[in-house]
Nanobody
Framework: QVLLAESGGGSVQAGGSLRLSCATSGDTVGTYCLGWFRQPPGKEREGVAAIDRNGRTSYEDSAKGRFTISKDYRKKTLYLQMNSLKPEDTAMYYC????????????????????WGQGTQVTVSS
């Protein structure tokens, strides 16, 4: 069973940083492709970044150069380091898992991911 639990969200001023964590179960970190998604108020869920079981990463354009996805096998945890935050980064952030490999620089759509956490809220004020 794949269990995912996000933490690390909060309120921050524009230009600040946050690090999101996603605790996983079993060998999820070593077996699945893991992704970060976000859903701004009133909008659809969108991809942010992904990392597959081989460590290949992909980022959406809005995240490139500001966000870094990583994982720790020993701690069974997925991370998203977010720097230079902007008000438009305000959203509920979710981690997700899928049995896929990344083949290009794009984050696979939400429909590819079958396991989801409950989300953590990030609010960026101007």
């Amino acid at each position: 069973q794949v269990l995912l639990a996000e933490s690390g969200g909060g309120s921050v001023q524009a230009g600040g940083s946050l690090r999101l964590s996603c605790a996983t179960s079993g060998d999820t970190v070593g077996t699945y492709c893991l992704g970060w998604f976000r859903q701004p108020p009133g909008k659809e869920r969108e991809g942010v970044a992904a990392i597959d079981r081989n460590g290949r990463t992909s980022y959406e354009d809005s995240a490139k150069g500001r966000f870094t996805i990583s994982k720790d096998y020993r701690k069974k945890t997925l991370y998203l380091q977010m720097n230079s935050l902007k008000p438009e980064d305000t959203a509920m952030y979710y981690c997700a898992a899928a049995r896929i490999s990344l083949t290009n620089d794009y984050v696979p759509g939400p429909s590819y991911f079958g396991y989801w956490g409950q989300g953590t809220q990030v609010t960026v004020s101007s």
